[in-house]
């Protein structure tokens, strides 16, 4: 035996597998031992040194697969046939065969495939486990099959594929899942195995295809969908798939896929075969093969088609053949075009295509029937009238969909709902139907889907289907949402703070769709926190934070929560807590007897300070004199008396602490105090007159000035006896019109007021010419200006704060001079000595022998001031001592 390489004993009634038995057969490469009675593999059964290549177990009873048992075949075993046996579990590790490539285990009992149960397969190409009622693959069942090619798992119990079970099939090229219970494409379940060539799910439970499904495939090149319960396909759900050239969905519940939606089969742009044969397709809608410019093979046999709209197959330029085969063809103008096309195209051998309508042309092929024959007389196909409505409400609440249809026809109509292109089968429906046109015999049918109580679960996309013997007529489809009134789930609370800190405020919602939360401060969206950037809302919380708080940011905070179904608000106080303070300090007053004083104490603070008031730090309390306005903030003063003088304190103080402002209070008796006298309109007449005497006053002055001026000019100056001018004059007058020198000068006047004469020479020798009677003219008017000014000058004293006005003084003549003392820069260059002047307009005689007037010097400051006080009965004068 040492020279056999094939030996086969299948159909045997081998019992066990014996080790020593097995020694001899160094040189066999092909052992069969299927179809005996084996039971058990176990690690003694093939000794070291066997060069088996192809191991044979299948149709056994075999129920132990012990680890480990082939081990002594790592180095030559390619093929392993275990397949009809008892096996329910292969342990995890069991095979460490490095240069297996085929391994069968289908027909046993395995019905979960573990994490790692192939590791060490690393060449292991096809992998068969069909029929083993296999219900669950576990997240790495087939890692390590790195190098795996083909994985049969038909002919189990599989609900779905997901991405786990198949992790590490990077070389995986077919896989075939017919036969199994999958009712849902996972898109996530082909990460792992993206060359795919072939996909077989037929034989499933699918019920529809989704949208990007399959969109990962881009190498799939066949795809198997029959005999499932496929009744909608999305727009879209073959996207990616642009390498596909086969395309199986024959023997699926397809309907709507051809007769209503637009672009289902996009992205099949190599598809070269697309079956449907065996559906529910009763018409065929104009863009139902859209995208399929590629197709050469269509086949739509065993459907019961009623209507073919014009140009349905027209992008389909590369058609080679087409099966249709229907003895329910509505022949009316709709169909006119189709016989001549497929004649035109050569496609009419596949083609049986009987008409059913009108009665004339019953029984009659398409290819038989008249052109001219072809025409619309009727209505025996539904036509939808009424269209369902899309419709937005609250849960909890009941919808209805409306859908409305007229027909000619007498064939009995059937109605459907169908939710996201899924049939409702259980749904309430109301049906109604009435005559619309007497003549004509068009009956009108109205189906009413009725929705009560509606949850989250009722949205969705609603169209009716109303069905009669002619075909079928599809709705819009009218989307239906249900919201929920937003209810808060934190509401945000009042809050008392102190200035500088952070406020929190909280507010949270729920509802359908998610509700959006908005912030309002006192019924507003100005907020100083925000134009301050001082305001922080989480982005991922439901918190928004005031930094740095300030009085400002106190008010009523109201949180909205909005969505379609509704608004709710509520609302949170913020009170900001600020210790008291002015809003501008206290002033020392100083006042005169008599008047009027206010002392304001303006207190900010939260909560409202209380304001109270001391004097020289005694409670002060009012009296008829003394106000306070409401809430202390002014303390009115009537009349003040020097009693009233002293300190005064503002003492503020809330919860958060007291505060205290001072201000000094003088009472003095008035430097002016005018005896009660006239009316304020008298006084007014008094001010005018003053005003006017003075203007008339220094009008005259201004005259007598230019006429001494022009006199001076024309006079004649000699030397004589009488006129002596010292040789050196100096020059009283600056360049600005003012006196540069302080000098004294004496005018004698006479009493009698004779005839004065031209000249007169004085002590020091300077001689004054005729000027001396346009002088004693000036002093006439003068003296008038200040006996009517007497008044005039009472009022003015007092209304300027630098001015004190002494108590007059009436010399022996009965007389009076006032004397009105300035400042220094009001007094200057001005006269500051004057003598009483005479009822008969003529200096008094008492006076001096001259009269003098002193000068101020220009820009210099006098060194003494000097009062003189006259003899008893003497006029009051007053000089500046010269220098």
Not at 358 to 385: N, Y
Not at 527 to 554: G, L, T
């Amino acid at each position: 035996m040492s020279k056999i390489a094939f030996l086969y004993l299948h159909n045997n009634k081998i019992r066990a597998i014996d080790g020593r038995r097995m020694r001899d057969l160094v040189s066999v490469e092909t052992l069969d031992l299927s179809s005996n009675d084996i039971t058990e593999v176990r690690g003694q059964g093939f000794p070291a040194g066997l060069q088996i290549k192809d191991l044979y177990l299948s149709n056994n009873k075999i129920h132990l697969l012990e680890a480990g048992a082939l081990d002594q075949l790592s180095s030559s075993l390619q093929v392993l046939r275990l397949s009809r046996n008892r096996i329910s579990q292969v342990p995890v590790k069991s095979f460490q065969l490095p240069k297996l490539t085929q391994l069968e285990l289908n027909r046993n009992r395995v019905r979960q495939v573990e994490g790692l149960t192939f590791q060490g397969l690393a060449n292991l190409e096809v992998l068969k486990l069909q029929r083993n009622n296999i219900s669950k693959l576990t997240d790495g069942a087939f890692w390590g099959l790195a190098k795996m090619k083909v994985l049969h798992l038909d002919y189990n119990s599989l609900r779905e594929v997901n991405s786990g079970s198949m992790y590490g099939l990077s070389s995986l090229l077919q896989l075939f899942l017919s036969y199994n219970s999958i009712s849902h494409i996972n898109p996530d379940g082909w990460r792992f195995c993206q060359r795919l060539r072939e996909l077989s799910l037929s034989y499933n439970n699918l019920s529809r295809l989704d949208e990007g499904s399959l969109a990962v495939l881009g190498d799939l090149h066949t795809l198997r969908l029959g005999h499932n319960s496929i009744s909608h396909i999305t727009e879209g759900a073959f996207r990616g798939l642009k390498a596909v050239r086969l395309l199986e969905l024959d023997h699926n519940d397809i309907s709507g896929t051809i007769e209503d939606t637009n672009g289902a089969f996009s992205g099949l742009d190599s598809l070269n075969k697309l079956t449907l044969f065996g559906n529910k397709i009763k018409s065929v809608a104009k863009k139902a093969f859209l995208g399929l410019e590629a197709l050469e093979h269509l086949n739509l046999g065993e459907n019961a088609i009623r209507s073919i709209q014009p140009e349905a197959f027209s992008k389909m330029r590369s058609l080679r053949n087409l099966l249709i085969q229907s003895d329910r063809f509505l022949c009316d103008c709709q169909l006119h075009w189709f016989p001549e096309w497929l004649l035109t195209r050569g496609l009419q051998t596949g083609v049986e295509a009987t008409c059913a309508h009108p009665e004339t042309l019953k029984g009659a092929s398409i290819f038989q029937a008249p052109p001219e024959s072809f025409v619309c007389d009727d209505l025996p196909k539904p036509q939808i009238t009424v269209q369902p409505e899309t419709t937005v409400t609250v849960l909890g609440s009941d919808v209805r969909f409306t859908c409305t249809v007229a027909s000619s026809s007498s064939s009995p109509m059937t109605f459907a709902w169908r939710k996201d292109q899924e049939l409702l089968r259980h749904a309430e429906v109301e049906n109604l139907a009435h005559l619309r046109a007497h003549h004509g015999g068009v009956m009108e049918y109205t189906t009413i889907l009725h929705l009560r109580h509606v949850t989250f679960t009722h949205e969705g996309r609603y169209q009716c289907i109303i069905t009669n013997h002619f075909g079928s007529s599809y709705s819009t489809q009218a989307r239906l949402t249900v919201n929920v009134l937003p209810t808060f789930v934190k509401t945000p609370g009042d809050n008392t703070i102190r200035t500088g800190t952070t406020a929190k405020l909280e507010c949270a919602a729920e509802g359908h769709p998610t509700p959006q939360i908005a912030w309002q401060k006192d019924g507003g969206t100005d907020f100083p926190a925000a134009r301050e950037r001082r305001m922080h809302v989480m982005p991922d919380d439901d918190v928004f934070f005031i930094m740095d708080v300030k009085p400002e940011d106190m008010g009523v905070y109201s949180c909205t929560a909005k969505n379609t179904a509704g608004t709710v608000s509520a609302n949170a106080t913020l009170t900001v807590l600020e210790t008291p303070h002015l809003a501008q300090e206290l002033e020392d007053r100083s006042v005169v007897v008599g008047e009027t004083v206010v002392l304001q104490c303006k207190a900010l603070g939260s909560p409202l300070p209380k304001i109270t008031w001391l004097r020289n730090d005694q409670p002060f309390r009012p009296s008829d004199r003394h106000h306070f306005t409401p809430g202390n903030q002014l303390l009115v003063i009537g009349s003040a008396a020097v009693e009233d003088a002293g300190r005064y304190t503002c003492v503020m103080s809330n919860r958060l602490g007291t505060e205290r402002a001072h201000s000094q209070l003088s009472v003095r008796h008035s430097a002016c105090a005018a005896t009660p006298g006239p009316s304020t309109v008298t006084v007014g007449i008094i001010v005018i007159a003053v005003v006017t005497s003075i203007v008339v006053t220094s009008l005259v002055w201004v005259c007598i000035i230019y006429q001494t001026r022009k006199k001076s000019e024309e006079c004649s100056v000699t030397n004589t006896d009488e006129t002596n001018v010292p040789p050196d004059v100096p020059s009283y007058l600056s360049s600005q019109g003012t006196l540069s020198e302080r000098q004294d000068v004496c005018v004698r006047v006479e009493a009698g007021g004779g005839p004065l004469p031209n000249t007169h020479t004085d002590n020091t020798g300077v001689r004054i010419r005729s000027l001396l009677h346009n002088v004693k003219l000036a002093i006439w008017m003068q003296s008038i200006a200040l006996s009517s000014a007497q008044i005039g000058v009472l009022i003015v004293c007092s209304l300027l704060s630098r001015c004190s006005l002494p108590d007059t003084s009436v010399n022996r003549t009965g007389q009076t001079t006032l004397v009105c003392s300035l400042s220094q820069e009001e007094a200057f260059h001005k006269p500051v000595k004057l003598c009483p002047v005479t009822s008969q307009y003529t200096l008094d005689t008492d006076c001096e022998p001259e009269l003098r007037q002193t000068l101020l010097s220009n820009g210099h400051t006098p060194r003494a001031f000097q009062s003189h006080a006259p003899p008893s009965g003497e006029p009051v004068t007053s000089r500046l001592s010269p220098p």
